[in-house]
């Protein structure tokens, strides 16, 4: 017994077609179709949804701006500080791994 689409999809991680129908501007029957007549075109289009999907559901990187004020730096005050004055602002901080932050 072959798989329903909608279940073929859901099952690539998607959670409907109408996802699919949204980014690619084609209507559901017309992916239905390409489903039947061109299963490997449709294939193609469905990873490429699922790729798009995961990416949308990813926690966006957070700014420099955002990273140190959420570890309790005072950013204005390190603006008008000099380096002697910035040591001593990071004495007993703790920063994690580098890779929570993007530039």
Wanted: charged share 30%; aromatic share 8%; hydrophobic share 35%.
């Amino acid at each position: 017994m072959t798989m329903k689409l909608s279940d073929q999809v859901k099952k690539a991680g998607l959670p409907d077609l109408n996802y699919i129908a949204s980014k690619t501007g084609k209507p559901v029957q017309t992916l239905r179709s390409w489903a039947k007549q061109y299963p490997d075109l449709f294939k193609t289009v469905l990873d490429g949804c699922v790729v798009q999907y995961q990416a949308e559901q990813q926690k966006p990187a957070k700014t420099l701006e955002q990273f140190f004020k959420e570890k309790g730096f005072d950013l204005d005050q390190w603006a008008q500080a000099d380096m002697d004055e910035l040591q001593e602002l990071i004495k007993g901080k703790t920063l994690v791994d580098s890779h929570e932050v993007s530039v």
